[in-house]
């Protein structure tokens, strides 16, 4: 299986499963001299954490992250800062419970993976999904902390604007809101709308789909290449 591994000079390869013993990433081409600790990586994986509300998977998992490479303390200073050498991160999982997709081990459940697992490798983890799980995102939450002390003067933060066909009032959008309802959610009387809105939608067994708006802030000119790997042609704007 292959297509791990996301980057070029910022490089990032996960590993893991839903619900195997642990999760985790490898981060290549961070530069040395950079002040980074636990506590860093860990305030966007509580961000992130699952069981926070009604509206998120009820697996208690506390996403504790530990480095285990590309750190060391500065012998003049003391600070742990980062080498330059590749960075190693774990989070355990302690919330395994296999069993309880025992039950669909021989279904195929529609909007997931698990046929395409079953059609590319002849074999699929139904164990909550295996690699295709969103559990698996938690690595990401935790690179994507350390690519933020890279760029200290990029600031890229997301929204959730659209849930099924109701879009929220642009004119009421507030980043300090989005901390402050489970939808992460800038316009606070549509965050309120959605709670009713996909209570109903859970309660007809169905599911719905939603957008989300990702805005970065402060952007330096030059990244990207001129022929390949372009920012313009990397992003996808609506």
């Known amino acids: 299986m292959s297509h791990n591994t996301f980057g070029h000079l910022f490089r990032v390869t996960t590993f893991g499963e839903s619900h195997g013993v642990a999760i985790g990433c490898v981060v290549d081409g961070c530069p040395p001299l950079i ?4 506590e860093d990586i860990q305030r966007d994986l509580d961000r992130r954490r699952p069981g926070q509300s009604r509206f998120t998977t009820q697996r208690q998992e506390l996403d504790v992250v530990k480095i285990l490479s590309g750190v060391m303390a500065h012998p003049e200073t003391g600070v ?3 080498t330059g050498t590749p960075i190693g991160l774990l989070i ?5 419970r296999s069993k309880d997709y025992s039950e669909i081990k021989d279904k195929f459940r529609p909007g997931h993976a698990d046929f395409t697992y ?3 490798y002849g074999l699929r983890d139904y164990r909550g999904g295996g690699r295709s799980s969103a559990r698996e995102t938690a690595t990401r939450v935790a690179a994507g902390a350390i690519a933020r002390k890279v760029l200290p003067e990029i600031k890229i933060r997301g929204a959730l604007v659209q849930m099924g066909p109701h ?5 009421k959008w507030d980043w300090d809101e989005i901390g402050c309802n489970p939808f992460f959610c800038p316009d606070k009387d549509k965050a309120a709308f959605f709670e009713d809105y996909l209570d109903g939608v859970r309660k007809k067994g ?6 989300i708006e990702v805005v970065a802030e402060g952007v ?5 290449a001129p022929i390949y790997a372009k920012l313009d042609s990397e992003l996808r704007p609506r």
């Open 220 to 224: 330096p000119p030059g990244l990207g």
């Open 35 to 38: 002040p980074l600790t636990v």
């Open 167 to 171: 879009k929220i009032d642009r004119d």
């Open 92 to 96: 355990e999982n302690t919330d395994q």
């Open 80 to 82: 742990q800062v980062t």
């Open 118 to 120: 079953e059609a590319k």
């Open 206 to 211: 169905s599911s719905i789909g939603a957008v």
